[in-house]
Every structure is written in structure tokens, then in C-alpha cells.
């Protein structure tokens, strides 16, 4: 191939959380000589601003089903119907997808065809971005679906067929992930694993003591993301509650926001822990404020990747995670931190207390965690990867397709 291809992601996220940052850094690292990159957003987050400083072309539209401008009532009752409609009278499937996403279709179906796109590349996951096999199936153009969450339950033998028609390739975040989709009846021939990746900069930690006003003594536990009911912080503060008894001298903080946040204020408060816990809201300097840590801890009950832990390693920060999803493709358990299995709260405080106060094991994991960063994790190796699947892609994809 001679020149660049031109490739339209499409990120369809709405909170800005990590298959943005995970975009973000793709388009830092791709080579502009093999690929000339365009985004499309559907929601308005920081991630617009970023990405247009790195002289991407962005576009802003808007989806009946996923732009947050748009009544939410709206947006769940055309999702809803897309799905039922899919799992009760397939034939009919196609049609409420351009009811439900026409809009958006035609839109980006516009960009293809004025920027010369060679590819389209949705950054989510399939059962979210079915709207893109209509856009492949409209202009002709190969598509590629990044697959970054384990949100499949509507995705029904009807979706999965239609999917696997004008998906031409898959790529998914971690080994389980890819094992989920294949499960839930994506093309297991199409299929391709690719980590999430963090650059290898040097970071400022944030003194989060300070910050606080902490006594320099107090060692800080940090959890990061979103506050809902998959990141499992009941589970986090039952066994830290547990912890407290045996140690004094640790503190927790929640860095995240979310619907969850006033209901775990209060579960702070029937512990009787509320002083030793801070709520300190999103925080936008990321791994400079987990630099500051003594410890990341990932308590989720369903994670596909667990970003925040790879980004925790690459600054030095020791990591505990709850054993489900793709965590153990990233935590190796007693090597470079420590998987507890979810529930177990006298094993997440056994395991919490161990990395504070095991200074050579804390040490070790440590070392180990920047050499898993730097050979599995590594940006530059992954972006390779990805650009290589993209030629492959247009490569064997058919001139014309047939029409539905």
C-alpha cells in the first residue's frame, strides 16, 4: 500500500473513561505515514480538545440512542426496541437500527465519502456500535470493532450473524475478553487480542498526604474509577474496615465520581470509617495522582482490562486486583502484585496489609511491574500491532461488497 490509509474511529463512550484514554493514546503513537486518523465523538468530553491538539480532524455528532444531549427516556426506549426486535423478529433488525441510529448513519456514512476513508474503526464494542455495520454496509468500506467491555447479553445469535457479516475484524483488550465475545458468538477467525498500553513517561507524583492534609506517617491506599456497582467498592471499604482494626496508620481514597457516591458515603458512615476515607471526585492528572500512592487497589466484580493497574505499575506503585475478567492477563499473583478472588474480604485486607507493610515483596513487585509494562504493555509494541491489523484489513477487503 502507498501513502496512508485514511481510518474514522468512532468513539461512542459518553463519560470519557478508558476506551478514551486508550484512543488518546493510539492516535499519540500511531505513525501518520501508515495511518491518517479522523474521530468521531458522540458525546462532549476533554478527550475532544486532546485529541484535536494532536491535529486529528474531530467531529462532534449527535445519536438518538447514545448522545447524552438527547432525553434519556428516548435514548433507553430505542435501545431497548433495537434489541427486542433483534431477539423476537430479526428480519426486522435492520431496520430499527436505522430507525433507532439513522441519523447518526447517515452522518458518518457523509464523512466516509467526503474524507476518502479507507477503513472504519469503532473503539467500544460491537453490541454497542452495531450502528457500524450499517455505515460498512452503506459505503463498502471494511470495518473493525475494538472490543473493550463484557457488555454482551443482548448480543443474540440474530445480532451476532448481522455483526459478523460486515465486521472483517475484532480486537479485544484482554484474552478474556476475546473468549467472552467469541462465547456471546462473534467470529472466532476474526478475532485478535491486543493489550491496552501506556507510554513510558516520566511522571510527577501528586503529594496526595499534603493535598489532604494526612500525617506523613499515614500510608495511602488509592482505588481510581468510576463509582458503580461493577468496581465493587462495598467490597473494598468491608475489607479496609477490616484492615483498620489491625492498622491505624493507613488511609483510604476514592478518586472517582459516579451515581454510586452518595450511597457509599453512607456505607462509609455504617462502618464507621467516613474519616478514614476521602472522597476526593475524578481527578484529571491520572497517573501523577497514583504515583502518590503507596498502593492501587482494583476491586471490581467485572473488569475487562483493569487500565488504572498498568498505569500504576509503569509509576511504581504496587497493585492488588480482584482475580475475574482480564486483571490476571495483567497481574501476575505473587510476582508483580496480588489477585484476591471478589468477596473475599479477609483476603483483600490480608492482601493489602502484605504489600504495606512486606517491604521486599513490596519491592519486588514493584521491579516486576515496571518489566511487565515495558514488554507487555509497551505503547509502541501495541500500536505496531494495531496498524498491522489495519493493513491487513483493507488489504483483504473486497473492493465492493454485496448489498444486504
Known amino acids: 500500500m502507498s501513502g496512508p490509509l485514511n481510518i474514522l474511529f468512532v468513539e461512542s463512550g459518553t463519560t470519557g473513561g478508558g476506551s478514551f ?42 445519536d438518538f440512542v447514545y448522545s447524552q444531549n438527547v432525553p434519556a427516556a428516548i435514548r433507553r426506549k430505542l435501545e431497548r426496541k433495537v434489541d427486542k426486535v433483534f431477539e423476537k423478529t430479526p428480519a426486522l433488525a435492520s431496520l430499527m437500527i436505522t430507525l433507532g441510529h439513522g441519523y447518526l448513519i447517515s452522518r458518518l456514512s457523509s464523512i466516509v465519502q467526503r ?17 457500524g455495520c450499517h455505515v460498512a454496509r452503506r459505503t463498502g468500506v471494511p470495518m473493525i470493532s475494538h472490543l473493550r467491555s463484557l457488555d454482551g447479553k443482548t448480543f443474540t445469535g440474530a445480532k451476532a450473524e448481522f ?69 465493587g467498592h ?15 496508620k493507613v488511609h483510604l481514597v476514592i478518586a472517582g465520581d459516579g451515581p454510586d457516591r452518595e450511597k457509599l458515603e453512607g456505607l462509609a458512615r455504617s462502618l464507621g470509617i467516613e474519616r478514614r476515607i476521602s472522597f476526593v471526585g475524578y481527578d484529571s492528572r491520572g497517573s501523577a495522582f497514583v504515583a502518590g500512592a503507596d498502593l492501587l487497589v482494583l476491586s471490581s466484580n467485572w473488569e475487562a482490562f483493569g487500565r488504572v493497574l498498568i498505569e500504576a505499575m509503569r509509576v511504581g506503585v504496587p497493585v492488588v486486583g480482584t482475580a475475574i475478567g482480564g486483571v490476571p492477563d495483567v497481574v501476575e499473583h505473587e510476582r508483580n502484585g496480588l489477585l484476591v ?5 479477609d483476603g483483600l485486607a490480608n492482601a493489602m496489609e502484605r504489600m504495606l507493610t512486606d517491604d521486599s515483596f513490596r519491592k519486588s513487585c514493584v521491579l516486576s511491574g515496571y518489566e511487565t509494562v515495558a514488554t507487555k504493555f509497551d505503547l509502541q509494541a501495541r500500536t505496531r500491532d494495531i496498524e498491522n491489523i489495519i493493513e491487513n484489513v483493507v488489504g483483504a477487503a473486497r473492493p465492493i461488497r454485496e448489498s444486504a
Not at 499515614?218 to 481510581?224: F, G, L, N, T
Open 341 to 345: 478472588e471478589y468477596g473475599d474480604r
Open 21 to 62: 484514554e486508550s484512543l488518546y493514546q493510539l492516535l499519540r503513537t500511531v505513525d501518520r505515514s501508515r495511518v491518517n486518523p479522523f474521530v468521531c465523538f458522540l458525546n462532549h468530553t476533554r478527550y475532544m480538545e486532546l485529541v484535536s491538539k494532536l491535529g486529528v480532524p474531530v467531529f462532534l455528532l449527535t
Open 234 to 248: 462495598p467490597f473494598l471499604f468491608e475489607a479496609y474496615a477490616k484492615l483498620l482494626r489491625r492498622d491505624d
Open 115 to 131: 474524507e476518502k476513508i479507507d477503513l472504519f474503526y469503532c473503539n467500544d464494542q460491537i453490541n454497542r456500535d452495531i450502528f
Open 163 to 231: 455483526a459478523n457479516r460486515w465486521v472483517d475484524a475484532y480486537i479485544a483488550n484482554s484474552n478474556y475478553v476475546a473468549d467472552y465475545w467469541t462465547g456471546q458468538g462473534a467470529a472466532k477467525e476474526k478475532m485478535h487480542t491486543v493489550f491496552n498500553a501506556v507510554e513510558d513517561t516520566e511522571v510527577q507524583p501528586v503529594d496526595i498526604r499534603e493535598e489532604l492534609g494526612l500525617p506523613v506517617e499515614k500510608r495511602v491506599i488509592v482505588s481510581m474509577g468510576r463509582l458503580i456497582s461493577l468496581k
